[in-house]
C-alpha cells in the first residue's frame, strides 16, 4: 500500500571536512558489498546450494547455514549493494530447499528443535523483514510460522492455548517432540563428552567430574531415556524465544491476535516465576505443574539451571521476550520479568576476592558456578528503557578490564577487540556503552579498525586452502559451522555506530535501533551511497546523529526512521554545523525525517523524540503493512 503522508525536509549545503569515522564506515560497506559475493561464490554451487556433504544427521545444524549467510541481509539493511540483497533472498531460498532434502527442514521451518538454535538461525527471516519488508512470500512465510506456535496450524501443536505453554523444550514445524531418539543426538556425542552430565544420577558417570561421556554407548542410551521421560514434555524458559517469531508476524501485518500471544506467554511466566517465589523455574510439565516431570524439582530441564549453560539460558530469552513485550506495548512494566532475575541472581550473590559474583547454575546439592554477573543483559534493558535503574543494575557489576578493551592485536579466529570467542563477532557490547557514557571518545575510529581487521582476517582465511570446500572432511561432524568460521561478513562496528545500539542477542533478539535509515531517491533500506552516520549520544528523549557527505559531486537524501520498526516518534530538530554552531531547527511530528546533503555537506542533528508511541512495524516510507491484503491460497479439497 503506497504511503502518501509528507515527510518533512530540511536541506543541508554547510560543508563538513570528511571524519575519519564516516570515510571508514564507507569503505567497510564497500568492503563487505565485494567480501558477500565472494564468501557466496567460495562455497555455492551455481543454483546456491551449498558444496557440502550428501546427507546430514540428527537434529542440530539446520541453524548454522542460516547463521552464516544471515548478515547478507542485515548488510542491505545497514546500505550493502543490491546484489547483497538478492543473495540475501537466494540464499534463503537454497538453505531451505538444501535442509529440506537432508531431511530436517519441513514445511520451509524446522521440523524440531530446541529454542536457542531456532533462535539463531531465525535471526535471518527477522533481518528479512527489515531489509525486503515488501516480499509476499516474506511475508506469507511470517503469518505460517507463527501459526506454528499460536495453536492455529493443526500439523503443529506447539502451544497449549489453555495452559498458555509450549508443550515441549524440542519443537518445530512437525510439533512438540516428546520422545527423542538416539540418531537425534548423533552429532553432538563428541562434543558433549567434555560438558557438565545432564542429570546427576546417569550410572557410570562422575557428575562431579564435570564431564560426561555421551560417545559411551551405555551411558548414551541412559542419556537418552531420562531426558524423554523428565525434560522433553513441557515448557522452558528457552521457549520465550518464540516471542521472535509471532512479533515478526505482528510488524508484517499489524494483526493485534500476534501482540496479545505475545503477552499472553510472557505473562504465564510472570505468573509461574511468582509462583516459584520469585525465581523463574525451569520446567513445566503438560499441566501447568513445576517440575512435573522432575521430582517436582524447579531446576533440571532441558537448557535450564543445571545444564548446559545455568542462568544464561534463563535470562538471555526472557530479555529478548520482555523487549519484544515493550516493543510491542511502550509499556516498561514488562521489563520487570528480567530485571526481577537480575536482581534475584545479584542477591544470591557473594564476595570473592573483592568482586561481587552470582551464581550461575543450581545442583541437587544447591547453587554453584559463581561469576562475575554479565553486563550484557542489563545493557540491552537500558538500550530499550532508558531509566536509572537499569543503569544501576550495570554499574554495580564490576566489568573486568579485558571486556573494557578495545585496540588490541587481532588473534586468529576470534574477537580482534575482546580476544575472546563470541557467537557471531558479537562481543562489544560493553565498550559500546561505555562509549554511550561518555568515556571512549574514540570508540568510534577504533572499533572501526578493528573491525576491518576482523574482515582482512576472515578473508585471507576464506582464500587459505583451510578454508577450500573441496578439502574439507565431510566426516568431520563439526564441519557444520565452517561457514561461520570463513564468513568476513561481520558488522558489528557499522550497527553500533549507525544505529545508536548494541548488536542483537544472537540466540533470536531483534536488531533494535534508534534510528534507522532509508535512501529517499533510490527508495530502499539503508543509508545513502557516500552518506556516512555516527550516534553518539542517548537519552531517554533524544538521539544525537551527525550525517556527512562524503560525495564532492552528488547530492544525496537520507529518510531517519525513529526506532528499527517506527515505535519512536520526532518532536524536533536542531542542526550544528562542524563548527557547532546552529544552523536550523524544526519542529517535527511523526517516525519519519528527511535530510537533503548538498555536496560534501554534513551536520549534526540532535532530536528530540517520544519514544515507544507509534506501533512498530516493517513499514517504509513508501508502503505500509495492509493485515487484510489476502495471502495465496491452496485447493479446498
Request: glycine content about 8%; proline content about 5%; hydrophobic content about 35%.
Amino acid at each position: 500500500m503506497p504511503h502518501n503522508n509528507q515527510i518533512p525536509e530540511v536541506q543541508v549545503y554547510t560543508s563538513w571536512t570528511p571524519p575519519q569515522w564516516a570515510l571508514m564506515e564507507r569503505l567497510l560497506i564497500d568492503i563487505l558489498n565485494q567480501s558477500a559475493v565472494e564468501f557466496v561464490k567460495r562455497y555455492t554451487r551455481e543454483d546456491g546450494t551449498l558444496i557440502w556433504r550428501q546427507d546430514w544427521p540428527g537434529m542440530d545444524g539446520s541453524d548454522d547455514p542460516y547463521e552464516a549467510f544471515m548478515y547478507l541481509s542485515l548488510l542491505y539493511t545497514l546500505g550493502g549493494s543490491e546484489k547483497v540483497k538478492e543473495l540475501s533472498q537466494s540464499m534463503w531460498e537454497a538453505l531451505t530447499w538444501q535442509w529440506t532434502q537432508y531431511g530436517q527442514i519441513d514445511r520451509e521451518f524446522d521440523a524440531y528443535y530446541d529454542w536457542m538454535h531456532h533462535g539463531e538461525g531465525y535471526l535471518y527471516i527477522y533481518f528479512l523483514g527489515l531489509s525486503n519488508p515488501h516480499s509476499l512470500k516474506n511475508k506469507q512465510r511470517a503469518v505460517q510460522f507463527a501459526r506454528m506456535y499460536t495453536g492455529e496450524d493443526p500439523l503443529a501443536p506447539n502451544y497449549d492455548t489453555e495452559k498458555k505453554l509450549i508443550r515441549s523444550p524440542i519443537t518445530g514445524s512437525r510439533g512438540p517432540r516428546f520422545e527423542m531418539t538416539e540418531e537425534d543426538w548423533v552429532t553432538h556425542r563428541g562434543v558433549l563428552d567434555d560438558y557438565l552430565a545432564p542429570f546427576e544420577d546417569i550410572d557410570g558417570v562422575d557428575f562431579e567430574s564435570g564431564k560426561c561421556a555421551w560417545s559411551n554407548d551405555a551411558i548414551y542410551k541412559q542419556i537418552i531415556a531420562k531426558m524423554n521421560s523428565r525434560i522433553a514434555k513441557g515448557d522452558v524458559p528457552l521457549n520465550l524465544n518464540a516471542t521472535g517469531l509471532i512479533t515478526n508476524a505482528f510488524l508484517y501485518t499489524g494483526n493485534e491476535k500476534y501482540k496479545q500471544w505475545v503477552l499472553e506467554y510472557v505473562e504465564a511466566w510472570i505468573e509461574r516465576t511468582a509462583r516459584n517465589g520469585g525465581l523463574t523455574p525451569d520446567n513445566i510439565g503438560l499441566s501447568g505443574e513445576i517440575g512435573e516431570y522432575n521430582d517436582g524439582k524447579w531446576w533440571g530441564g532441558y537448557y535450564g539451571w543445571r545444564w548446559p549453560h545455568g542462568f544464561m539460558t534463563i535470562i538471555e530469552p526472557m530479555v529478548n521476550a520482555v523487549m519484544n513485550a515493550y516493543l510491542l506495548t511502550g509499556d516498561a512494566k514488562w521489563l520487570d520479568l528480567a530485571r526481577g532475575q537480575l536482581d534475584y541472581n545479584w542477591k544470591l550473590g557473594k564476595e570473592q576476592d573483592g568482586v561481587w559474583v552470582t551464581p550461575n547454575k543450581h545442583f541437587d546439592s544447591g547453587w554453584t558456578d559463581y561469576r562475575t554477573q554479565n553486563a550484557v543483559y542489563p545493557i540491552q534493558l537500558w538500550m530499550v528503557s532508558m531509566q536509572e535503574e537499569d543503569l544501576e543494575r550495570i554499574q554495580r557489576i564490576t566489568i573486568p578490564d579485558s571486556l573494557k578493551e578495545i585496540d588490541v592485536p587481532v588473534v586468529s579466529g576470534r574477537n580482534p577487540v575482546t580476544k575472546k570467542e563470541t557467537k557471531h563477532f558479537i562481543g562489544n557490547t560493553i565498550p559500546w556503552f561505555l562509549f554511550m557514557q561518555g568515556e571512549y571518545p574514540d570508540y568510534p575510529n577504533l572499533i572501526l579498525e578493528a573491525n576491518h581487521r576482523l574482515i582482512v582476517q576472515q578473508l585471507e582465511k576464506m582464500r587459505s586452502e583451510a578454508g577450500n570446500p573441496a578439502g574439507w572432511d565431510w566426516e568431520d561432524i563439526n564441519g557444520i559451522h565452517k561457514w561461520q568460521e570463513m564468513n568476513p561478513v561481520y558488522m558489528e562496528s557499522l550497527v553500533q555506530l549507525t544505529l545508536g545500539a548494541p548488536m542483537h542477542i544472537s540466540h533470536g533478539g531483534f536488531q533494535h535501533a534508534r534510528i534507522r535509515y532509508f535512501d529517499a531517491i533510490n527508495k530502499r533500506p539503508g543509508l545513502p551511497e557516500s552518506v556516512g552516520a555516527l550516534i553518539d549520544k542517548l537519552t531517554d528523549q533524544s538521539v544525537t546523529v551527525t550525517l556527512v557527505n562524503l560525495s564532492l559531486f552528488e547530492d544525496r537524501e537520507v529518510i531517519l526512521q525513529a526506532g528499527s520498526f517506527g515505535e519512536h516518534a520526532f518532536e524536533s530538530v536542531v542542526l550544528y554545523d562542524e563548527n557547532g554552531e546552529q544552523i536550523g531547527a524544526e519542529s517535527l511530528e511523526g517516525k519519519w525525517f528527511k535530510v537533503h546533503l548538498g555536496k560534501g555537506a554534513g551536520a549534526r542533528l540532535v532530536f528530540q523524540m517520544s519514544r515507544y508511541v507509534n506501533r512498530p512495524s516493517y513499514d517504509t516510507p513508501w508502503t505500509v503493512a495492509d493485515a487484510a491484503k489476502p495471502f495465496l491460497a491452496g485447493r479446498q479439497l
